[in-house]
């Protein structure tokens, strides 16, 4: 059967690597287009037969051997995300993929995206190599561009060769324990299907990266070639959504099996309900570019898999990415509404993730895959969504924000987050007059840092406003050797027993369940002859304690003594102060305090 390119996917944590590597192969720069350094989208590049042959010849001949013979027309490598925060995004590129390469740092090992990748992998059954990164920083490494990690080997200097040893040794024994894997380096695995091979290299030299490109190659024609076989059943999944000048809207795809033809009838997702169009002009990037980067396309009549394809056709502008293309036959309404049923159900899945009912913030992202990414790591996060779209924030969005935004009782949940998405000028406007903060970013965790600091802001500005009504909940026992002033302002040698203690505490002495003495407010903490704002458990301090005016005549010794406990006063409006402002900072002894002292005062 004929063959179509395998799909490559490159994977790892962040920083291993993973887009220089890519920029190794074909010898381009696609890192410093990258936000952060760490790659956000999917994005695809075809490597021809040709070019794998050439990049291989002089290992070919170093080991003997004829050069590369091969029934598969090249290789088509998609790059993916390796920040934990896109783990769909990743999952979507692996259900893709059919030969993945795991991108680890030899200098820092496993990591916990390395971890979650070789998982991710595992799940989907998905075969891999492991590309050992970085080999040029090992201990005076001499470094020769290109050159077959054998060679390279044989040029350096011991101390490099014994760091190089130690450093892959830990590696191997680490997959081994952490992940339960059998790994070798390549030219010393004899059993492909029980061992995962290790391949080192540099990124940045280029030193073993042909020994990669070979064992790609061999490895898919060997053990894959019922899997990449041709098949005539459409598989194709849009990546991005482009505007192109002289085209108008176009969809950027992976085709992984099947074929696309000018005039087909085609059905995809849309944020405002399925598309149906037709195909009106098909491109395909010129090898070796980068489908992202580079806008080098050559206009094609039909293609076959595997391919990354630019779609041009009318109504596009609204289609998702990260979802399905589907071709109908033409005029067939019943197959046109089937398909176009199939493809929304990929986007109503996501969106019926959103928390309707709690208040949650609103999010826009560009792209399904990146909307599921920040759904999912919110989640994790714990920050509730209440109103999730795809595509820019325009007036409409900040209307129905507001709308949503009117129901809730607390302020700071008032915010709209946008991931790699633009704000119109008059939803800018609109949401400055309604005190709508918008929050943009192109890395995801950026933006939950930004939505975090929002919230922090908030709180000490509401804790700035509410010091005063605000008593924390303390038992105080008082140490009898230290009462060093015994009428106002009393001056007492106190030993905290449960609580926290404050400056501005108003104390009670207990003298039974119903007889309480009323002694004043904490004015001063001193600890080793320091000034203190607060105490906490186990702490001995002295206190000074300033009743009011009226209570002037109260004496240590008359109306209470040592054998009475002290307290903190608290009100019901002090103990609403404290769930609303320090509902995560207090300990859960502390709030079983706040309990007890509540049934004492009968709040």
Known sequence: KELRAPICCVMGHVDTGKTKLLDQMRKSHVQEHEAGGITQQIGATFFPVQTLRSRTKELYESLGKSPLSSDIPGLLVIDTPGHESFTNLRARGSSLCDIAILVIDIMHGLEPQTLESINLLREKKTPFIIALNKIDRCYNWKSVENLAIRKSLKNQPEEAVNDFESRVSETINALTCESG???????????????????????????????????????????????????????????????????????????????????????????????????????????????????????????????????????????????????????????????????????????????????????????????????????????????????????????????????????????????????????????????????????????????????????????????????????????????????????????????????????????????????????????????KEEANVGQEVCIRVEAHTNDQNLLYGRQFDHKNQLVSQMTRKSIEALKENYRNKLKKEDWGLVAKLKRLFRL
């Open 181 to 531: 894997l059998n790994t070798q380096l390549y030219y010393k695995n004899k059993d492909f299907r029980k061992y995962i091979s290790i391949v080192p290299l540099s990124a940045v030299t280029g030193e073993g990266v042909c020994d990669m490109m070979m064992l790609l190659m061999q490895l898919t024609q060997k053990f894959q070639s019922k899997r990449i076989s041709m098949k005539s059943e459409l598989q194709c999944t849009v990546l991005d959504v482009k505007k192109a000048e002289g085209l108008g809207s176009t969809i950027d795809v992976i085709l992984v099996n099947g074929q696309l033809k000018q005039g087909d009838t085609i059905v995809v997702c849309g944020t405002m309900g399925a598309i149906v169009t037709n195909i009106r002009i098909l491109m395909r990037p010129r090898p070796l570019r980068e489908s992202r980067v580079h806008n080098d396309f050559i206009e094609e009549k039909v293609i076959e898999a595997s391919a990354g394809i630019r779609v041009a056709a009318s109504g596009l502008e609204d289609a998702v990415a990260g979802t399905s293309l589907v071709i109908v036959p033409k005029n067939n309404l019943t197959a046109i509404e089937e398909a176009k049923a199939l493809v929304q159900s990929e986007l109503s899945s996501i969106l019926s993730r959103v928390d309707k009912g709690s208040e949650g913030v609103c999010v826009h992202a560009s792209t399904l895959g990146s909307l599921e990414a920040i759904l999912s790591f919110f989640k994790t996060s714990k920050i509730p969504v209440s109103l999730a779209a795809i595509g820019p924030i325009g007036k409409k969005d900040v209307m129905r924000a507001n709308s949503l935004f009117a129901t809730y009782e607390r302020e700071e949940k008032r915010v709209v987050l946008g991931f790699d998405v633009k704000v119109t000028d008059e939803a800018k406007a609109m949401a400055e007059t309604a005190k709508i903060p918008i929050f943009l970013g192109d890395i995801i965790y950026h933006l939950q840092d930004r939505f975090l600091q929002h919230l922090k802001e908030h709180e000490e500005k509401l804790q700035e406003l509410n010091e005063h009504a605000v008593i924390f909940p303390v038992v105080l026992d008082i140490m009898p050797l230290c009462v060093f002033r015994k009428k106002s302002p009393l001056l007492l040698g106190v030993k905290v027993i449960e609580g926290i203690l404050k400056t501005g505490t108003p104390l009670v002495a207990l003298k039974g369940l119903e007889d309480h003495v009323f002694l004043g407010k904490v004015t001063g903490i001193e600890m080793d002859h320091k000034n």
